[in-house]
């Protein structure tokens, strides 16, 4: 295909994606069960387990698609590219059940080839996981990854805030841990900016409570890691999310942002200036950073309301360069790249199997994605591209597409992965975050037992509170 009819096919491919499709107009008469703030996996989920149990339902999405932090993109005819989540692996049994269900098929993550470490300005290639920073220094990074891991096993999955010296460890942040643990600077960094990519935030800005608790509820440390980044979804994840609104799109509103939630003495009021519903009870599956563009009357109880004002959202740019082929696997590369102390920190080869096309994902975290979120698109374009010169040829320059985004620019996001407390707040009022305020239920995949932050955390989150509304 030439350059222009691939670029004409992708505009045709977005145009008639199928998340613009609208749905059924909502009743303002009716006293519906349920509404759901949110169609994101959590409350699209939630809502088709409680549509199946008899509920009168109603879901209200602010954007005009469903997906949430989930949101793919065709390219071309075979190519698609995943702007927020993509990877399922150990562990999401949900997710990979959902897949099935949805008639979806999975990929591995192309791996052959060699990886790039490039540290202090030099280009290192490597076979495997473990990158080249020598013996010593590899090793005062494991043990100190064994400390963390053994402090993780330690703390209590259903309440993390009532493990043994909580309150301490919420207090110290993530880097100092590091800091105490290990002696070598290069190691130092690694893990620091492995940790950073994963988190999304400085390791500074993230508590030792926390990140103990995000890796417990992944199963272990080493899960969070390669084991969870295995395989991709055909079509991309947005198609688990498209396949829950085929079940229910008729009580699905998109377009529709709430801003109020008024709880009167025999249901609850919710919309906006322009509609009002009313509803027995309601599910929030926005992160919670999001919630304050709503108002409830009365207040939200002090505790929840602490929590909402003190979750900040990590900060990612996922970048994403098509190429005519994947020509960097010429010269046995694999793609995959990892930079210490430079903006463009990591990428993989997301080329799609069966496709003629490359495709190099990169993604940029944490306090160097602020910094890159301070240029002009172009600024950005070419900086991005001229580091994937650098590392992967001139060639690199010259994509066919190109697509870069920071869900900190969406307001009905703000950031991603997912959100992380003030250090010291989680252990005070972190059994707050999924208790009911009254007839208002909390989702999302922050507030998930298991692998929060991830896809799969924001499924078991929306059967969880499906649940807990139906006993
Ligand atoms: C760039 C990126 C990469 C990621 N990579 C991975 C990965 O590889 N693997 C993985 O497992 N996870 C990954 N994640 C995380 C994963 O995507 C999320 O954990 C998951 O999709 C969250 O789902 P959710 O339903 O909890 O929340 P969301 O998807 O955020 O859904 C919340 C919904 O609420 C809506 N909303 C907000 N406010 C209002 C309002 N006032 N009124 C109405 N609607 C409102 C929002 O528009 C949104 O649709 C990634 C996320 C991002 C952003």
């Not at 963390?148 to 460890?169: G, R």
Request: aromatic share 10%; with cysteine; glycine share 8%.
């Amino acid at each position: 295909m030439q350059r222009k009819d691939f670029i004409k096919t992708t505009l045709l491919g977005l145009a008639s994606a199928p998340f613009l499709s609208f749905s059924k107009a909502l009743k303002e008469d009716e006293l519906y069960d349920v509404v759901i703030i949110g169609a994101g996996l959590s409350g699209l989920n939630a809502a088709r387990l409680l549509a199946k149990a008899g509920k009168n339902i109603l879901v209200l999405e602010a954007q005009e698609r469903v997906g949430g932090r989930t949101w793919s993109q065709k390219i071309g005819q075979n190519d698609f590219i995943d702007i927020g989540g993509q990877w399922i692996g150990n562990g999401h049994e949900q997710m990979y059940k959902l897949v099935s269900e949805a008639g979806l098929r999975t990929f591995p993550t192309f791996t052959e080839g060699k990886n790039i470490f490039r540290l202090d300005g030099t280009n290192d290639k490597y076979k495997g996981d473990t990158p080249p920073l020598g013996m010593f220094a590899l090793l005062s990074a494991q043990k100190a990854l064994n400390r963390f891991e053994e402090a993780s096993s330690k703390i209590s999955l259903d309440a993390p805030w009532l493990s043994d010296n909580a309150y301490e460890l919420d207090n110290q942040s993530l880097g100092s841990f590091i800091d105490e643990n290990i002696t070598n600077s290069k190691a130092r960094k690694l893990v620091k900016q492995s940790l950073e990519a994963e988190l999304c935030k400085s390791v500074e800005d993230v508590s030792l409570l926390q990140a103990l608790s995000a890796a417990r509820a992944a199963g272990s440390f080493k899960e969070t890691g390669s084991g969870a980044l295995r395989d991709r979804i055909f079509g991309g994840a947005q198609g688990v999310c498209n396949f829950l609104y085929s079940q229910i799109k008729n009580s699905v509103k998109l377009n529709s942002p709430v801003s109020f939630v008024n709880q009167m003495e025999n249901h609850i009021l919710i919309g906006n200036d322009n509609f009002s519903v009313k509803t027995k009870k309601v599910i929030i599956t926005a992160p919670l950073p999001v919630v304050k563009n709503i108002k409830f009357t009365p207040a939200l109880p002090t505790e929840k309301q602490i929590l909402i004002d003190s979750m900040e959202m990590g900060t990612v740019i996922k970048c994403h360069a098509v190429y005519d082929k994947p020509f960097w696997r010429d010269a046995k590369l694999s793609g995959s790249m990892f930079c210490i102390d430079e903006l463009v920190e990591l990428s993989v080869d997301n080329s799609v199997p069966g496709s003629d096309k490359g495709i190099i994902t990169s993604l940029i975290s944490a306090d160097r994605a602020k910094s890159l979120l301070k240029l002009s698109e172009q600024e950005r374009k070419e900086f991005i591209l001229r580091t994937y010169a650098n590392l992967f040829g001139e060639q690199a320059l010259s994509p066919i597409f190109y697509n870069d985004y920071s869900f900190t620019n969406n307001p009905w996001i703000g950031g991603a992965y997912s959100g992380h407390f003030k250090n010291g707040v989680f252990s005070k009022y972190g059994e707050y975050l999924a208790k009911p305020s009254g007839n208002i239920h909390w989702a999302g995949t922050e507030t998930s037992t298991f692998f929060k932050g991830y896809m799969e955390g924001a499924v078991l989150s929306g059967e969880r509170v499906a649940k807990e509304i139906l006993m």
